[in-house]
């Protein structure tokens, strides 16, 4: 049995991020899945985990970590002998840590909340979460002009952290039929070797 075991739920785009970088970097990790429905990631000891109470969590051996992001940076930084994930050089690391911003900021707040409201009945400002996906959109739409991935040459966790909102903002009423770049590089992302995708959901199903 592996040493990483990734506590997650399947249609959690966090818990995608770091499921699909460990398998991008070749990883073995048992999955847990946590019963949000019933309240499992409130229960103690879900919490001694992630005090938080949110999935995803990460046991890696004796380490414990929560926060999607800071998962990534841990797996890239461990794991991957090439350092291309998350690269050593200090530019291209703030150039990676700039869109982990991106993602925990107006993605999370525009296409991940639209989705939210769509898929788990959350309630929140539908219309205001489109409006604020429309302008994230539009920008990342600019920035991927001329360009294959996020923020460096290559693929980074960059691109791992923002690709399951992005790729699924329909679900959440956000069409991203007027962003070609954007869906070229979910293309992009989508043809890596061991990528794993993220479970479609039909909208209207809460869990």
Not at 57 to 66: K, M, N, P
Not at 104 to 133: C, Q, S
Request: charged fraction near 20%; aromatic fraction near 8%; hydrophobic fraction near 45%.
């Amino acid at each position: 049995m592996s040493a990483i075991k990734l506590y997650r739920h399947p249609l959690s785009g966090h818990s995608h991020r770091v499921e699909v970088i460990l398998s991008l970097l070749g990883l073995d990790a048992e999955i847990i899945d946590v019963d949000l429905k019933a309240g499992a990631h409130k229960k103690p000891e879900f919490l001694a985990k992630n005090s938080f109470g949110q999935v995803p969590a990460l046991d890696d051996g004796d380490v414990t970590l929560s926060d999607s992001n800071a998962i990534l940076v841990y797996l890239a930084s461990k794991y991957d002998t090439e350092r291309t994930w998350y690269p050593e050089d200090l530019t291209d690391q703030a150039e990676v840590q700039r869109f982990l911003s991106v993602a925990a900021g107006k993605v999370a707040f525009g296409p991940a909340a639209a989705r939210l409201v769509n898929v788990f009945g959350a309630g929140l400002d539908h219309d205001a979460a489109i409006a604020t996906a429309h302008g994230i959109l539009i920008e990342l739409e600019a920035h991927l002009n001329g360009r294959d991935w996020l923020a460096t040459d290559l693929p980074t966790i960059a691109d791992a952290a923002n690709y399951a909102y992005i790729a699924h903002a329909p679900e959440g009423d956000v069409s991203l039929e007027n962003y070609p770049n954007i869906r070229a590089w979910i293309e992009r992302f989508e043809s890596l070797p061991r990528f794993i995708a993220f479970e479609k959901t039909p909208v209207g199903l809460c869990a």
